[in-house]
Structure formats: C-alpha cells, structure tokens
C-alpha cells in the first residue's frame, strides 16, 4: 500500500500563474482533506471531500481556490492567480469510512516567486 | 472558534530527562490526536485519543486526555535525540462525521546529547 501519494513535492509559479496539486488517497480510502502550512504554524483545514462532492470547504479562501475529488483519479487543489501568500505546504490526507485517524501525504510544498 | 494552545512552542532538553508537553483546547471534543512532524516531512500519527481519561504509550512517549478540564499532555521519559521533532496536538470538531482537525501551534522539541 503506497500510502498517500502527493504530486508534484515541490512546485514553483510565478504570481498570477496557476498551481495544481494532486492527492491520491490511500486505497480503499474515500474522504480527502486537504490542510494547509503556513511556515512555522500549525495545519490548518481548507475542504474534505468524497467522490464527486465538496462535503465541508469552510477553510477555503472564498476566491482563487477550488478543489475537486472526481469518481475517476485523483483529488486535485487548484489554485489561480497564485500570490506570494500561497506559499505553504499543502498536505492532503485521507480516511476510510468511519475511521478515526487520517493519513497525511507529505506534502506539496508550493513557493510563489 | 475553537482554539488549540500548546506550551511550550519550544523545548530544548538533554538527553534522559523528562518534560510534559501541554495542549489545551477551548470547545468540548472527545477526540485528540498527537502527530509528529520531522523537517520538510509529513505528519506521523503517534496517539488517538478519544475518551476521558485515555492513557496511551509507546516507548518513551505516553498521552493522556482530560476532557473536563479540556487538556491533553505528551510525556516524554528518558528523552533520546530521535525523538526530536515537532509535535503537534489536535482537536476533532467531528461534524458531520468529518474529521475536520483544528491543530495547535506545535512545540519543538529539540533533545540534545
């Protein structure tokens, strides 16, 4: 079991330009969450997801960010017209269905020149 | 808003001593969990804690959770050098069956020889 996979590890854009991070979640696993980290801080919740729904994304900036978890491949963070204030550790975890601890990935750490 | 406090952020200790970790939390919650993160790394899942007065240990780590008084402490015994890392404490708002953790601000622990 390769656990969960995060794509790209490290990413570099230029503001204005888009960042797409990719998660797939550990198999057999069906809710995504997507934590972002600021440097020296804690993790902070953005969204959960389920296959083909946004369950809760009360942690999502209201504009440039969106995020997807469709039935086929894997969950995808996008975010538009990045700023230098993007530039943080995305982590993306995951759970089975009544589980009670959520695998994290390792990150995909995001700088915006 | 719930609100995650640990103290102390920073530790620095030698090795075969002793210190507790403290995370204190604003809401009432019945689930806490403690992760530990290494430089540039993902988050490790050391201790699920999920009633009042849950004990867990392993190796020279051992948590506990107090609901009423809304604490959780990480005691480390004997310290070694591997164990130097960030740790983070985090509380589950549990809504709606989603796992949705607020975390704290983390310590780091640095152990020295």
């Known amino acids: 079991n390769a656990g969960v996979m995060q794509n790209p590890r490290h990413l570099v854009r230029r503001r204005g330009q888009e960042a797409r991070l990719r998660c797939s979640p550990m198999?057999?696993?069906?809710?995504v969450y997507w934590y972002r980290q600021l440097p020296e801080e804690g993790l902070k919740f953005m969204v959960y997801?389920?296959?083909?729904?946004?369950?809760?994304e009360s942690g999502m900036p209201k504009e440039r960010f969106s995020a997807e978890f469709p039935k086929e491949g894997p969950s995808i963070l996008r975010i538009q017209q990045v700023v230098r204030g993007d530039s943080a550790a995305y982590f993306c975890?995951?759970?089975?269905?009544?589980?009670?601890?959520?695998?994290f990935g390792a990150g995909s750490r995001l700088t915006v020149l | 808003e719930l609100k995650v406090e640990q103290n102390p952020l920073f530790l620095s200790m030698q090795e075969g001593k002793n210190y507790t970790i403290y995370c204190n939390y604003s809401?009432?919650?019945?689930?806490l969990y403690w992760y530990r993160q290494d430089p540039g790394k993902s988050l490790e899942s050391l201790f699920v804690?999920?009633?009042?007065?849950a004990v867990k240990q392993e190796g020279r780590l051992m948590a506990s959770l107090d609901t009423k008084a809304r604490l959780s402490t990480l005691h480390i015994t004997a310290a070694v050098h591997d164990l130097s890392a960030t740790y983070f404490c985090?509380?589950?708002?549990?809504?709606?069956?989603?796992?949705?953790?607020?975390f704290g601000q983390g310590t780091r622990l640095t152990i020295n020889p």
């Open positions: 985090a509380v589950d708002l549990g809504i709606q069956g989603a796992q949705k953790l607020v």
């Open positions: 198999k057999g696993h069906s809710h």
């Open positions: 975890a995951s759970s089975g269905s009544g589980a009670n601890v959520l695998t």
């Open positions: 809401t009432t919650s019945d689930r």
């Open positions: 997801l389920q296959k083909e729904n946004i369950i809760d």
């Open positions: 804690l999920l009633s009042n007065g």
